[in-house]
C-alpha cells in the first residue's frame, strides 16, 4: 500500500494531543506508520511557530508547518515564515478596548513566528507554560506592526465577555474573530484560515487537495476539513467541525490518529 503523494494535516491541541497535550505512543507510532507507507504529515495548529516547533522535531517531521490559525506557514530548516497574512490597522485599537474595558481579559499578540505576551494574566501564564514558549513581553501600544494575529486569553467565564466586544466594535469586513478555545478568542486576517492557508501550502509544495487528509476538532478547523479530500473529526469535536467531516474517530486521550491511519489503509490510496 503507498500512500506517496497524499498528506495528513493534523491539528494538535484537543486532537493529536493528549487532554495533558503529551504525544501518546500510539499516535506517535500511527505517524510512523503513515510516513513508512509513503504519506506526509504537516502539523495545523493554532499555535505560534514557537510553539510547534518542539513537537515538529519530537515526531521527526520536516516539512513546513501551518501556525496561527493559518496566519503563516512556517518553514522550521529555514527557521522562517514562508507565507504570512497579517492584521490590517486597526489592530491596536482593538487591544485598546480590551485593555481598558476587561481587566480580566490576556493581551498577546503574535509577530514574525514569535509571541509577545502583553497583558498577562493565568490563562497566558498557562499558554505559555503548554506551548514551552519563550517570556517575550512587550506593550501593544509601541509594538511595531505588521501582527499576525492578537489572541485574548482568560477563565472560561470572561470568553463571552471578549466575543461581544469584538463583535461589537470591530468591522467584521476587516478582521476575522475566532473563538479558537473555550479559553481563548482571536483576531485574525480574514484572508487568514487554515483552509485558505491549506490552499497555499499545497500550491507551493506540489500536493493535491484530493490527497488532503485533514484531521480536527474545533471551529478553526473547518475550512481545512471542508477542502480536504479526506476529512476526520475526534469524538471530542464541536458540532460545527462534526458537521465539515467525513469521519469521526476516537477522541483525543484515544489514539485519534491511529484511527484515521486504520481507515485510509481500509479505503485504499
Known amino acids: 500500500m503507498d500512500f506517496k503523494g497524499y498528506l495528513m494535516v493534523i491539528d494538535m491541541d484537543g486532537t493529536f494531543l493528549d487532554s495533558k497535550r503529551n504525544i501518546s505512543p500510539e499516535n506517535r507510532a500511527a505517524i510512523n506508520e503513515w510516513r ?4 506526509a504529515v504537516c502539523i495545523a495548529s493554532g499555535r505560534s511557530a514557537a510553539g510547534l516547533v518542539g513537537i515538529q522535531r519530537e515526531l521527526g517531521l520536516d516539512l513546513p508547518l501551518i501556525c496561527g490559525n493559518g496566519s503563516g506557514i512556517y518553514d522550521c530548516g529555514k527557521g522562517e515564515l514562508i507565507y504570512s ?8 485599537e482593538l487591544a485598546a478596548l480590551a485593555d481598558r ?16 505576551f502583553c497583558k498577562e494574566n493565568a490563562a497566558t501564564v498557562r499558554n ?3 506551548e514551552h514558549l519563550p517570556h517575550l513581553t512587550a506593550d501593544w501600544r509601541t509594538l511595531p506592526y505588521p501582527w499576525e494575529k492578537i489572541l485574548f486569553s ?4 470572561y470568553t463571552a465577555d471578549v466575543q461581544e466586544l469584538m463583535e461589537r466594535s470591530a468591522d ?15 483576531v485574525l486576517n480574514p484572508m487568514a ?12 509544495l506540489g500536493f493535491d487537495l484530493a490527497k488532503v487528509v485533514a484531521v480536527g476538532d474545533n471551529e478553526n478547523d473547518v475550512s481545512m476539513l471542508e477542502i480536504a479530500g479526506y476529512s476526520f473529526t475526534v469524538a471530542n469535536c464541536t458540532p460545527p467541525a462534526r458537521a465539515a467531516a467525513r469521519w469521526v474517530v476516537g477522541d483525543n486521550d484515544h489514539s485519534c490518529a491511529a484511527d484515521v491511519v486504520r481507515i485510509m489503509k481500509s479505503v485504499g490510496p
Do not use: N, W
Open 193 to 204: 484560515s487554515k483552509g485558505r492557508a491549506l490552499e497555499e501550502y499545497c500550491a507551493r
Open 128 to 130: 505559555m507554560t503548554h
Open 85 to 92: 497574512v497579517t492584521l490590517p490597522e486597526g489592530g491596536r
Open 172 to 186: 467584521t469586513s476587516v478582521f476575522r474573530l475566532l473563538k479558537s478555545a473555550p479559553v481563548y478568542f482571536e
Open 154 to 157: 482568560q477563565e472560561q467565564q
Open 36 to 39: 513508512s507507507l509513503g504519506g
Open 101 to 116: 474595558l476587561l481587566p480580566e481579559t490576556g493581551i498577546t499578540i503574535y509577530k514574525d513566528a514569535k509571541v509577545y
